[in-house]
């Protein structure tokens, strides 16, 4: 088959070279040329031959009711519940956080389904190992060693599978460019066949995408425009749970979470996830707090740990483990100004317990009461917990879904939660006290001035 003509392209502004360059004139950008195909281009004349139909919104049938329902209650909840016919899924993540086993297990627990699992990655022997490992097998699973895209698509176009796998889209390769397989140019390419195909055939398909070191789904960034829904495999890789994140979703909320514990035998689903995050412990120490935080719709509970001590150099240490050292030094500052608190005299270390990252800003409230408590060496109450933004002004802020966090800190047994006295329409509760609170100064005091 005759080759197409391709052509480089600058990734940054668009510039088009015949070969490809380091540098692009255009923009100066570096090393953003990719391969591209280029087709013919046919001027759009007003006499078209092939006439477009419109369709009535009505008329158009929509896959939303036809979700396949996932075999585990994390997955149907990151993908917005379920996975819709015909959708492109990304599900990027670092090398050995366990993508290729939560698709294994995924593929493996829907026997109702014809499955394919394509794979450039590892051998058959090694997905049967793993198989094994899991304990499972399937009926109608049909595994593909193969990188080629040509004899991908051969093979998918006559097994019409129900639902598609493939591991990685770094080494898939199509043989219409010359670039190497991993390449944007390639992997472009390649999950533009994918997502031709997933819409043509109504078929799901889930790509695998690796994450390079800079935390970037390698290519940059192409795959996100392309797929519809974008999941995040992270966790870190000394503790045992795995959290998953909607990072977008064209079927459903965004900013969804899933969390897996990674066990002998597979991901294990955690449906209350709380309990990984609290700190198990008999004694109580200053510098601790538990914020009740939100991840999408999903509320969990998070020990915040700090350490306050004197510092023995000139200029002191801040330092953060699952905490935006930015916002620490802005709450610090706070702290110091309005709160009158000298911190500027006091190194800081500041830990989210589990070594989890979260981005909800109500971990403020907890953040600040870890610090105070550590300062004063008083401890705070087990059975307390926060949920607070922290104005420039030290006030304390209104945060989202306020009785969604009520209801899991009294859940779990809490008996106290501080929120913000500018959060509106809070319900009582009649398991837990809710404390609202203007100021870091009312909260200094509440807590360490009773
Ligand atoms: P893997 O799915 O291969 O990661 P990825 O595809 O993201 O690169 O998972 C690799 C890790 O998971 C590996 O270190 C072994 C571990 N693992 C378990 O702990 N339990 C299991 O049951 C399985 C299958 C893997
Ligand atoms: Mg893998």
Redesign the pocket.
């Known amino acids: 088959m005759a080759k197409p003509k391709v052509a480089f392209f600058c990734q940054h502004c668009g510039y088009e070279s015949p070969k490809w360059l380091g540098k692009c004139p255009s923009c100066g950008q570096w090393n953003s040329f990719a391969e591209e195909i280029v087709s013919p281009v046919h001027p759009i004349s007003s006499s078209p031959h092939k006439a477009a139909t419109p369709v009535s919104l009505q008329l158009i049938y929509t896959a939303e009711e036809n979700r396949i329902v996932m075999p585990d209650e994390e997955l149907n909840r990151a993908l917005g519940g379920g996975l819709v016919p015909g959708s492109l899924v990304l599900l990027a993540?670092?090398?050995?956080?366990?993508?290729?086993?939560?698709?294994?297990?995924t593929a493996l627990q829907l026997p109702q389904l014809q499955v394919l699992y394509i794979t450039g990655?590892?051998s058959e022997q090694q997905i049967r190992m793993?198989a094994d490992?899991?304990g499972l097998t399937h009926p109608a699973f049909y595994l593909l060693a193969e990188t080629d895209m040509q004899a991908i698509m051969k093979v998918v176009h006559q097994l019409k599978p129900d639902l598609i796998f493939v591991?990685?889209i770094q080494t898939m390769v199509s043989p219409m460019l010359g670039s190497p397989a991993g390449s944007v140019g390639q992997i472009r390419e390649c999950a533009a066949i994918w997502q031709a195909y997933a819409k043509t055939s109504q078929t799901p398909v889930i790509l695998?995408g690796?994450i390079t070191k800079d935390g970037l789904i390698a290519g940059p960034k192409v795959l996100e425009h392309i797929v519809d829904t974008v999941l995040q495999?992270e966790g870190d890789?000394q503790y045992?749970y795995r959290l998953l994140r909607t990072v977008k979703n064209r079927f459903g909320a965004s900013f969804e979470l899933g969390v897996y514990e990674?066990?002998?035998?597979?991901?294990q689903p955690v449906s209350q996830p709380s309990a990984l995050f609290l700190h198990q412990k008999e004694e109580v120490f200053s510098g601790s707090a538990v914020a009740a935080t939100l991840e999408g719709t999903r509320p969990l509970l998070v020990e915040v740990q700090a350490l306050v001590t004197p510092s023995l150099y000139g200029t002191p240490q801040r330092t953060v483990s699952g905490f935006d050292l930015r916002r620490l030094q802005l709450l610090l500052a706070v702290l110091e100004k309005r709160g009158g608190f000298h911190l500027h005299t006091q190194d800081v270390f500041l830990n989210i317990v589990g070594g989890l990252h979260i981005e909800d800003p109500a971990l403020d409230l907890a953040v600040v009461a870890a610090l105070l408590s550590s300062f004063e060496d008083i401890t705070i109450s087990p059975s307390s917990c926060f949920a607070g933004e922290i104005g420039l002004s030290g006030e304390i802020r209104a945060i989202s879904r306020p009785a969604q966090r009520i209801a899991e800190a009294a859940r779990l047994g809490f008996q106290r939660i501080y929120l913000s006295r500018y959060n509106q329409d809070i319900p009582p509760h009649p398991e837990i006290e809710v404390m609202l609170m203007g100021k870091v100064e009312e909260l200094y005091q509440q807590l360490f001035q009773p």
Do not use: Y
């Open positions: 993540g670092e090398p050995g956080i366990g993508k290729s086993t939560l698709l294994l297990q990655e590892e793993r490992r899991l591991d990685s695998v690796h495999f890789r045992v990674m066990a002998d035998r597979g991901l």
